[in-house]
């Protein structure tokens, strides 16, 4: 009886698994280099970059968005809602001066790739999508 009821969870616990990969999501989390820096590129490095550092940020690199501006850390990786730089977008306070605001999809990348740990590029383990081929 024992063996059997804990064959029986080993099952269930295989079941749930399984279940769990196909529900997870295909599309790969957002990374810094693909998917955020075209839109710092595009909205942001006009006045936050190697030229113009406003607030002595640069968001034209990976390296220098992770060193901040004046008041520290901008991004908290995995911590969205704490990160000075999505607070800024998501309150439509950043580009300051309006121009080519980001849109919400925009705005939800960075979002993801905060949330996701702020990846600079693909690690190698998460490019595998599966059954593709
Ligand atoms: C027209 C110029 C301009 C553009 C474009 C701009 N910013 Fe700024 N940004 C500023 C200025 C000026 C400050 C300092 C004053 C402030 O904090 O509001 C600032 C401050 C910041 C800060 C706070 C930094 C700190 O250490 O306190 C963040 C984060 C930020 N910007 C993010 C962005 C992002 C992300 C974009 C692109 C979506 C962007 N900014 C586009 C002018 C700009």
Same mark, same amino acid.
């Given at each position: 009886? /024992?063996?059997?009821?804990? /064959?029986?969870?080993?099952?269930?616990?295989?079941?749930?698994?399984?279940?769990?990969s196909i529900a997870a999501p295909t599309t790969p989390q957002p990374v810094f280099e693909r998917d955020v820096l075209?839109?710092? /590129?595009?909205?942001?490095?006009?006045?936050?970059?190697?030229?113009?550092?406003?607030?002595?940020?640069?968001?034209s690199t990976y390296d220098h968005v992770l060193k901040g501006g004046e008041s520290g850390d901008v991004v908290v990786p995995g911590k969205p809602n704490e990160s000075r730089l999505y607070q800024k977008i998501q309150k439509g306070l950043m580009p300051a001066d309006k121009k080519d605001a980001l849109s919400s999809e925009q705005i939800e990348v960075v979002r993801k790739w905060i949330e996701a740990g702020g990846a600079n590029i693909e690690s190698a383990g998460s490019v595998e999508v599966g059954g593709t081929r």
């Amino acid at each position: 009886m /024992e063996v059997r009821s804990s /064959e029986l969870v080993t099952q269930l616990v295989a079941a749930a698994l399984v279940t769990a990969s196909i529900a997870a999501p295909t599309t790969p989390q957002p990374v810094f280099e693909r998917d955020v820096l075209p839109i710092f /590129e595009a909205n942001c490095v006009r006045c936050h970059g190697p030229k113009l550092r406003m607030a002595h940020m640069d968001l034209s690199t990976y390296d220098h968005v992770l060193k901040g501006g004046e008041s520290g850390d901008v991004v908290v990786p995995g911590k969205p809602n704490e990160s000075r730089l999505y607070q800024k977008i998501q309150k439509g306070l950043m580009p300051a001066d309006k121009k080519d605001a980001l849109s919400s999809e925009q705005i939800e990348v960075v979002r993801k790739w905060i949330e996701a740990g702020g990846a600079n590029i693909e690690s190698a383990g998460s490019v595998e999508v599966g059954g593709t081929r």
